[in-house]
């Protein structure tokens, strides 16, 4: 009989990194701030970044870089994860595929250099093919200012947001614009994702020791009163406690990377069936690849808004052949699964 060969799954935690270590020239993963977009050109427009619910400017919430070994047209690959955070939605959810071989025209057929130049204030607003970035997201921005021509937006919601929040002034100074981005309160704090393997081992043996806990308190429990216990446990208890002794040993861990697994679920309400996750543009079924953990929540501070980003999974499926449509960004698949509320 084979053996088994145990899928490594990949934890992603957040660390502060210096800004060009967060570069498109790094091949970043990344948590907040702008874009660090890969191929630097066919950038998903306007229309593909807005919430399907409210129809404002989605938020670049993260990207993770994952190349696939033995794929020589995705050498370099990326997916990026956009969150609507207007406060009377914060609903919208929307993934992008990306993906190049090693000879391509935006990067060198060479490993980034491990060491960076000094950083400068400087926000780099034009991508080398020459496609201008919102100065409030960093995303494709096809409207420009008609008083200096030098400013570019995504949306007039963000040509309003930066009007108010200093270009008003700026405006008659385009030699120095880029040196003048406010803080427009839109994008997410900005770190590096690290990875480490998960130790396979740990979470069962955690949950044995949480069992052991459980059955130590019980003694002297009447027969008849476990009985009743035991009828009134739920699934949704049950769910919940494998979720909550997987990740006990790397609590801080916001996001977890398999492609090809199964992830592992808050609850036991709103889980995905295989006809809810709809085949991509190409023909083939989607895969899950990563999901973000409700940990991440910690670090945005999204209560700058009010009213709360929040969710309790966010599943992502890919493409099974990771197709290939020219440089172009594809969408994907994310899945939101909430927090089960306690009566």
Known sequence: ??????????????????????????????????????????????????????????????????????????????LFLFCCREPLCCAGLRVFRNQLPRKNAFYSYEPPSETGA?????????LKSGAHLCRVCGCL?????????????????????????????ACTQSDHLDHMVPDHNFLFPEFEIVTETEDEIGPEVVEM??????????????????DSMAKHESKEDHIFQKFKSKIALEP??????????????????????EKDI???????????????????????KADRLGTSVDWGILAVFTCAESCSLGIGYTEEFVWKQDVTETP
């Open 141 to 169: 921005a096809p409207m420009t200012c008609s008083r200096c021509k030098q400013a570019h937006y995504c949306s007039k919601e963000h040509q309003t947001l930066d009007w108010q929040l200093g270009h008003k002034q």
């Open 1 to 78: 009989m084979a053996a088994v060969v145990p899928v490594t799954v990949e934890l992603g935690f957040v660390e502060e990194a210096p800004a060009w270590r967060l570069r498109s020239e790094q091949f970043p993963s990344k948590v907040g701030g702008r874009p660090a977009w890969l191929a630097l050109a066919e950038l998903p427009g306007p229309g593909a970044l807005a919430c399907a619910r409210c129809g404002r400017p989605l938020a670049f919430l993260l990207q993770v870089y994952a190349p696939l070994p033995g794929r020589d047209e995705a050498f370099h690959r990326s």
């Open 209 to 226: 020791e949480d069992y052991s806990e459980v059955i130590g308190s019980m003694e002297g429990v009447p027969e008849e009163e476990l």
């Open 118 to 126: 000094s950083d400068t204030e400087c926000v780099c607003l034009q």
């Open 278 to 300: 709809p085949d991509c543009s190409c023909g083939a079924k989607r895969i899950f690849e990563f999901q973000v953990m409700p940990q991440l929540l910690n670090h945005l």
């Open 252 to 273: 801080e861990q916001i996001l977890r990377y398999g492609r090809g697994i199964k992830p592992i679920w808050i609850s036991g309400e709103n889980i995905p069936q």
